[in-house]
């Protein structure tokens, strides 16, 4: 075969033999690179093939920071999940065949470097096509080259240092050519950045979608590079990769010698690029009509709410609305949320049935219910008008709490008088579900999560259960209906392309940025109050000086920094966006070191099902912050050094 290149990642020669897995891609059976790239049609699958390698995460199984942090947790033994990134969870990771090994694709993981192989064959090769039009070519190299930069970060925010792979090695390269060493972090985010920046001033790219979902919709615009080159600068400014001393020891050299590959000392100049980054894609979002989602009437007519309810509905919306979604930069169209709303919805009626209803697994312990806001904005464990001692004790619902809590019906402090978000994402014993129901949505006719041994939610058997007692409202889209009589199966389920960036996502980076720069200033404050406003919560200044027991808390940069953080895993809970941040805040190893609750789920007593039980106690060591190389690849590649701990 002429002209096949092929690159060697982590030091394995792969021979010519490999390219057989194009035979897809290539016409009359012929595995050659060049027959691959000789007409657009084909060309258009091999783009397809680059983008092929995008992680499912809108599927729990094939998304590692759903299922591998605290935000859900599984009956045990597990069952109808993949337990590969669970047993991440429970402390379980090996050296030996690591899950979700996205350095190799085992467990779970996806051959990552075979995807950075198959982009760099793609760019160098499609100049040879010759029927299609420029403007065309131009726009398929942005795509991939985006591409790429998104599986070099995905693989640094997993591994750390990694081998960069900028170009592919040829077939005849030596033993010595193929033993590819990791690189420093700051050179791997730096070729992140200048994929990103090539990408977006590729004057083929969109700046946004504006043809049809089939066609179109989920294909890389330059909002979509924009707010990629903000998130990974904001990871390359964060404690994790800037100045962290706890992994000094993880050198080019095995044996101690060498050069480090994460500076000990942080480097504020990287906030100040964070800053920039973050600014230019908001303005350049801003500019092409994106703003945070608002629930529209007009759209609905027919519904039936209040303000409490649109509220909810705006929170909810901003993740699931897939039609007249304004808030979602990046949406994952090759991960669909579709399966997983069934696991994740209770059974709420008599219509509901175990083959095709809801399965209602994904079960957040009561440490994501804590971490609410009150109704007054601020952390239940700070405000002074809150019992936070009593929040264990039960409490009967009233005409006040008509929204959020069945009437008449008892239930646990915690559940009262907390923000909308918390009434928007979680699902609790005696709580409102507002909708999902055929031609019925109405606040005159609301549902009601119903969990005491016998109840509909509750424990029916070996499976379809929730082992805490709470449930992900936030993900289920208000076009999964129920069945005709009224009775909710779940079974109608309206799947919607999984939210990799949404705006308010977007802001919240701003707002961290802005604070490491400049500290406490209006110009900080008006990126977090913004996503509050969505929120349906006053402004930070306003909450901390009249609810909080440390109404000054939010005047220091120390203290908004702990505002902020609060904040994002508020927003963007159940997104997969929790298991990244505390990695790269580096507060992992104190929030993944703690009890996983839940309530006693077979009681049918109020007194006895309200009863905090562990379900398990997490660990977590300073090792955990990056995943272990397959020991295989390290015997292999004399020149790759493990990750310290493992």
């Known amino acids: ?45 091999f783009l397809f093939t680059c983008y092929a390698y995008m992680p499912k995460h809108g599927d729990m199984d094939d998304n590692p920071a759903f299922n591998a ?79 790429k930069a998104y599986y070099h970060f995905y693989l640094v925010r997993m591994y750390g240092p990694i081998p960069i792979i900028r170009t592919n090695l040829d077939v005849g390269s030596t033993p ?31 700046a946004k979608i504006v043809g049809t979902e089939q066609t179109e919709l989920g294909r890389i615009t330059k909002a979509i590079v924009l707010a990629l080159k903000a998130k990974v600068l904001v990871t390359a400014a964060s404690p994790l990769f800037n100045g962290n001393s706890d992994f000094t020891g993880l050198k080019t050299d095995e044996k101690g010698g060498g050069v480090p590959l994460i500076n000990p000392v942080a480097d504020a100049k990287k906030w100040e690029a964070a800053v920039a980054a973050c600014k230019e894609a908001i303005e350049f979002c801003q500019s ?21 309810i ?9 993740v699931t609305e897939k039609d007249f979604n304004t808030e979602v930069i990046w949406a994952n169209t090759s991960s669909r949320a579709t399966d997983l709303q069934r696991w994740t919805m209770p059974i ?36 002074k008008t809150w019992d936070y001692a009593g929040r264990f004790q039960l409490k009967t619902a009233t005409s006040a709490d008509t ?22 994402d979680l699902a609790f014993d005696r709580g409102v579900w507002f909708g999902n129901w055929v031609n019925n949505y109405s606040i005159n006719n609301m549902l009601y999560v119903k969990a005491r041994r016998a109840e509909f939610a509750a424990r029916q058997g070996v499976s379809n259960f929730s082992v805490t007692g709470y449930w992900i409202k936030k993900l289920i889209s208000m076009g999964t209906a129920g069945a005709a009589d009224g009775n909710v199966t779940g079974s109608n389920q309206t799947p919607y392309p999984w939210p990799e960036i949404r705006l308010a996502d977007l802001y919240l980076l701003y707002a961290e940025a802005l604070n490491e720069v400049n500290g406490p200033g209006p110009e900080t404050f008006r990126w977090i109050d913004a996503v509050r406003d969505r929120a349906g919560l006053p402004t930070v200044a306003y909450s901390w000086d009249n609810f909080s027991n440390q109404p000054t808390r939010y005047t220091t940069k120390a203290g908004l920094r702990d505002i902020i953080h609060q904040e994002r895993l508020i927003e963007l809970a159940f997104e997969g966006q929790r298991f990244w941040d505390l990695r790269r805040w580096r507060e992992a190893h104190i929030v993944l070191n703690a009890p996983i609750k839940g309530w006693s789920t077979e009681q049918q007593d109020p007194a006895a099902y309200y009863k905090p039980v562990v379900q398990w106690t997490q660990t977590f060591k300073l090792r955990d912050y990056f995943w272990p ?12 050094v493990q990750n310290p701990g493992w």
């Open 403 to 424: 929204f959020y809590i069945k009437k008449n019906e008892q239930t646990v402090k915690l559940h009262f008088d907390r923000e909308p978000r918390f009434y928007a």
């Open 629 to 640: 190389i397959d020991q295989d690849e390290i015997l292999r590649n004399k020149k790759l």
């Open 310 to 318: 649109k509220t909810q509905l705006s929170i909810r919306m901003a």
């Open 69 to 147: 942090g605290d935000e859900v947790w599984y009956m045990d033994p597990i069952r109808d999940v993949d337990a590969d990134f669970w047993n991440i969870a429970r402390g379980m990771q090996n050296v030996g065949n690591p899950y979700g090994s996205f350095w190799t694709g085992k467990n779970q993981g996806i051959k990552l470097f075979t995807a950075l192989r198959d982009c760099n064959i793609f760019l160098a090769n499609i100049d040879k096509v010759r029927d299609m039009e420029l403007i065309e070519r131009e726009r398929w190299k942005a795509e991939v080259t985006f591409l």
């Open 1 to 45: 075969m002429k002209n096949l290149i092929i690159p060697i990642a982590l030091g394995l020669l792969i021979s010519a033999g490999s390219c057989k897995k194009y035979l897809d891609v290539v016409p009359d059976q012929v595995g050659t690179i060049d027959n691959a790239f000789t007409q657009r049609s084909t060309a258009e699958k």
């Open 288 to 308: 092409n009509f994106y703003s945070l989602q608002r629930y529209n009437p007009a759209l609905n007519p027919s519904w039936i709410i209040n303000d409490t």
């Open 176 to 206: 010595e050519q193929v033993q590819v060493p990791r690189e420093h972090v700051d050179s791997c985010f730096s070729y992140i950045v200048q994929l990103l920046d090539e990408a977006a001033a590729n004057d083929a790219l969109p």
């Open 348 to 383: 709420l009626g008599s219509g509901a049935v175990s083959g095709s209803g809801p399965k209602g697994i994904l079960a957040p312990p009561i440490k994501m219910a804590e971490l609410f806001y009150t109704r007054n904005g601020v952390p239940i464990t700070e405000d």
